[in-house]
């Protein structure tokens, strides 16, 4: 989880860091999404 006020550069972090996350702009807020999968040992964990 990424927190802090406005125009701190939370969103810019966050696509630097997942490319492929998914930012929704809903009342003045952004809410970046991304997933992922860790395979160790032969399990998954999304």
Known sequence: MVV???EAG???LIARLCPG???LHAGGRTVAL???T?????????
């Open 21 to 23: 996350a998914i930012n």
């Open 10 to 12: 939370k969103s810019t």
């Open 38 to 46: 860790l395979r160790a040992g032969g399990d998954a964990v999304l």
């Open 4 to 6: 802090g006020p406005g």
């Open 34 to 36: 991304d997933h992922g």
